[in-house]
């Protein structure tokens, strides 16, 4: 099995067996047998797939993981797992307990590769976590950070920040192209492997689908069905669908492999592309024999033309990556955030004073010196103050002007969601720019959060306090 090189100390095989299905398997609320399930990944070891993808949340996965690893003494596999916490304030002691909590299901010292997933950017908490787990990969317990779901902009506020990622698990497939662009451009330029799942489209890249009527999206699909349907309908509709699939279908029978080896050998050879995660219902069904031939596959020129001008009839996801768990379409099994979350607490604490208006506070120590509120709402109108790229008392986004704005806007939206608003609401922007010769990244990022909103706005050069910041920032929202 060819395999990536991910960091210094690991390498991942190029085909990573993925357990989600653990967590549909297990949805009628009984675990699966992890001695069963265990000898059904060492099958898969046998046939060369050392890598295996899980998460906090895929059921039992990472406990069955763990047995796997301590009933056949392997010392060659990749057990990589993902820490998606409920949103609001994590301590150290949280962050840490989260990792012990893994290693203990993952009976191992270390965890391999931790993968981090945000829910929320406008709550900074995210940003402790990943500062809490450099701290632990530090001490040892942790030996990669991941990232998964992260949009380009925040992967590379993580990077200009400091923080040693090596890779981000997103969703990219013949459905999803939106890796295929400005992300891949930072991977590119720092180094950072994709970690690509969705390439079989939960299955729906089949033979058994082509020429059939188009499914019902109900309980009786898998929860992957259920999820990539929705990519189906967002990407083009079941007629688009087919197309597609008949396409993928002459190719495979040219070089006698399945419509899904196709159509994950498309993505596994995408630059920086470190790996496809096909998922498998351990012990219910395997494709073994058809993973293996998935990195053989050199699709010919006039093959992918054929390809992408299928694609080019279709329709691009929206957002970027990891937007499906953020911002609507909520492209999951059950079209919302049901699945995954209780609640969205607010980001800032608030306070209302005796006048009866409503102050948000971040923490930062420049509001605690100068005696200030970051955003304050009086009836229906909320007021933010010049936000710079700070998060307590340590600058985020390095060097970088645009991820210096990005982590402002993120700022800002805290303040106004904390207040009853959302982004959409905001009126008027002032940009205040230390070397006007930044203007335009910081405009663009301007453009990428405001495009479809569209506020007043003004840009102006300013000696700004603090050598470090190079924007600050101001808005002002109206609630209808």
């Known amino acids: 099995m060819q395999r990536t090189v991910l960091s210094d100390n690991l390498s991942v095989s190029k085909v990573v067996i993925g357990l989600w299905q653990i967590a549909d398997l297990e949805r009628n609320g009984k675990k699966v047998d992890p001695i069963a399930t265990a000898k059904a990944m060492h099958e898969y070891y046998e046939n060369g797939f050392t890598t295996f993808d899980m998460a906090d949340h895929y059921g039992s996965a990472e406990e069955v993981a763990g047995v796997f690893k301590k009933k056949y003494g392997l010392t060659d596999i990749q057990l990589l797992t993902k820490w998606v916490p409920s949103p609001g304030p994590l301590s150290a002691k949280t962050i840490e307990e989260a990792v012990k909590k893994a290693l203990h299901r993952l009976q191992s010292d270390?965890?391999?590769?931790?993968?981090?997933?945000?829910?929320?950017y406008a709550d900074p908490s995210w940003m402790d976590a990943l500062m809490g787990l450099q701290k632990?990969?530090?001490?040892?317990?942790v030996a990669n950070i991941g990232l998964t779901n992260f949009n380009e902009a925040h992967l590379n506020m993580v990077l200009q920040t400091g923080i040693p990622v090596v890779s981000n698990q997103v969703c990219y497939s013949l459905l999803d192209q939106r890796a295929a662009h400005e992300m891949t451009t930072t991977c590119v330029k720092n180094n950072i492997k994709l970690l690509a799942f969705g390439t079989v489209g939960g299955g729906f890249f089949s033979e058994k689908w082509l020429n059939t009527p188009e499914p019902i999206l109900d309980e009786n699909l898998t929860w992957s069905q259920m999820k990539y349907k929705r990519y189906i309908d967002t990407a083009g509709g079941w007629s688009w669908f087919?197309?597609?699939?008949?396409?993928?279908?002459?190719?495979?029978?040219?070089h006698k492999v399945s419509i899904a080896t196709i159509a994950s050998s498309y993505i596994v050879h995408q630059p920086t592309v470190g790996a496809v995660i096909i998922g498998s219902r351990m012990g219910v069904t395997s494709h073994i024999q058809e993973n293996k031939k998935l990195t053989d596959i050199n699709l010919s020129v006039d093959e992918i033309t054929r390809i992408q001008k299928i694609l080019a009839q279709g329709k691009m996801i929206p957002g970027d990556c990891g937007d499906e768990y953020r911002t609507p379409p909520f492209l999951t099994a059950s079209g919302d955030l049901s699945h995954h979350l209780n609640e969205m607490p607010s980001p800032y604490p608030t306070i209302t004073d005796h006048t009866g208006k409503i102050k948000a506070l971040s923490g930062t120590s420049w509001e605690s010196m100068a005696g200030y509120s970051r955003a304050v709402r009086k009836g229906n109108r909320i007021l933010v103050s010049g936000t710079t790229a700070t998060?307590?008392?340590?600058?985020?986004?390095?060097?970088?002007?645009?991820?210096?704005?990005?982590?402002i806007f993120d700022k800002i939206e805290g303040a106004i969601q904390s207040l009853?608003?959302?982004?959409?609401?905001?009126?008027?922007?002032?940009?205040?720019?230390?070397?006007?010769?930044?203007?335009?990244?910081?405009?663009?990022?301007?453009?990428q959060r405001f495009g479809n909103i569209q506020p007043a706005n003004t840009m102006v050069q300013a000696n700004l306090i603090g050598d470090e910041y190079l924007v600050e920032i101001e808005a002002e929202a109206m609630i209808d």
């Open 242 to 254: 087919q197309e597609l699939l008949k396409t993928l279908n002459t190719i495979a029978a040219d």
């Open 136 to 141: 632990l990969k530090e001490q040892g317990l």
């Open 391 to 407: 998060h307590g008392s340590q600058l985020i986004g390095g060097s970088d002007p645009a991820a210096q704005t990005h982590f």
């Open 110 to 120: 270390q965890l391999q590769l931790l993968q981090f997933h945000a829910w929320n």
């Open 420 to 447: 009853g608003g959302n982004l959409n609401q905001v009126v008027r922007t002032r940009v205040f720019v230390k070397d006007i010769n930044q203007w335009e990244p910081i405009a663009r990022a301007h453009g």
